[in-house]
Nanobody
Framework: QEQLVESGGGLVQAGGSLRLSCAASGRTFYAMGWFRQAPGKEREFVAGIGVGSTTTIYSDSVKGRFTISRDNASGMVFLQMSMLNAEDTAVYYC???????????????????WGQGTQVTVSS
C-alpha cells in the first residue's frame, strides 16, 4: 500500500480555519483517523471516520470545531478545522485502521500506515 501523505498545514491566526488533506489511496475499506502531536506531548486522537462515512468520532477538544470527511472515489481524507486556537498547534497525522471493515477508534495503537505529518501552527 502507498504511504499516506498529509498536506494543508500552515500558520494561521487564532480563530481562523485550515483544511488538511490526506492522500489515502487503497484505504477504501479502512476506517481512517486524524491524530496530532504537540512538542513534548504524546500523540492524541483528533477525529475518526468509518468506511462508509456514516460514522464519525471526535475528541472533546475539537468537537463542534473540526469536521472529518472522506472521498473514497479520490482516495482522500480531509480534516476541516475552524475556530482554531493556540492549543491546536501540533503536527497532524492521518492513519488507517490496521483491520478492514472495523470502526474508527481513538487509540493510536489501532492504526498503522502513518503519514509524515503536516505542521499546524496557530498564532494568538
Amino acid at each position: 500500500q502507498e504511504q499516506l501523505v498529509e498536506s494543508g498545514g500552515g500558520l494561521v491566526q487564532a480563530g481562523g480555519s485550515l483544511r488538511l488533506s490526506c492522500a489515502a489511496s487503497g484505504r477504501t475499506f479502512y476506517a481512517m483517523g486524524w491524530f496530532r502531536q504537540a512538542p513534548g506531548k504524546e500523540r492524541e486522537f483528533v477525529a475518526g471516520i468509518g468506511v462508509g462515512s456514516t460514522t464519525t468520532i471526535y475528541s472533546d477538544s475539537v468537537k463542534g470545531r473540526f469536521t472529518i470527511s472522506r472521498d473514497n472515489a479520490s482516495g482522500m481524507v480531509f480534516l476541516q478545522m475552524s475556530m482554531l486556537n493556540a492549543e491546536d498547534t501540533a503536527v497532524y497525522y492521518c492513519a488507517a485502521k490496521k483491520t478492514k471493515w472495523t470502526s474508527a477508534t481513538s487509540s493510536p495503537s489501532d492504526y498503522n500506515n502513518w503519514g509524515q505529518g503536516t505542521q499546524v501552527t496557530v498564532s494568538s
